[in-house]
């Protein structure tokens, strides 16, 4: 059963480049047909999607976040990386790493992880 664990400071100051790694066990991130995914969810607000890499290494980018967002992966530790810079307040939220099979719409989610923008 493939896992998913999200890693990566809680706090970050505004201005500041947001890092996260998820860690993926049970199943390699070169298996096709699947696709690494990064969601948000901000406080009251839907969830984001953020952006994908595919197990090819195709990268796929919301368009609204494109500009300052950068997703990659590294296949020796199994994990991929979300980078988002220049970030505010309006970047608090819950991240989650995530994979989908395919064209199949069910979503496999990490836990999450709470990140905060904030001096």
């Known amino acids: 059963q493939v896992q998913l664990q999200e890693s990566g400071p809680g706090l970050v100051k505004p201005s500041q480049t947001l890092s996260l790694t998820c860690t993926v066990s049970?199943?390699?991130?070169?298996?096709?047909?699947?696709?690494w995914t990064w969601i948000r969810q901000s406080p009251g607000k839907e969830l984001e999607w953020m952006g994908a890499i595919g197990s090819s290494g195709i990268i796929y980018y919301s368009p609204s976040l494109r500009s300052r967002t950068s997703i990659s992966r590294d296949t020796s530790k199994n994990q991929f990386t979300l980078q988002l810079e220049s970030v505010t307040p309006e970047d608090t939220a819950v991240y989650y790493c995530?994979?989908?099979?395919?064209?199949?719409?069910?979503?496999?989610w990490g836990q999450g992880t709470q990140v905060t923008v904030s001096s």
């Open positions: 995530a994979y989908t099979r395919g064209a199949a719409t069910t979503v496999y």
């Open positions: 049970g199943g390699s991130i070169t298996t096709n047909p699947y696709y």
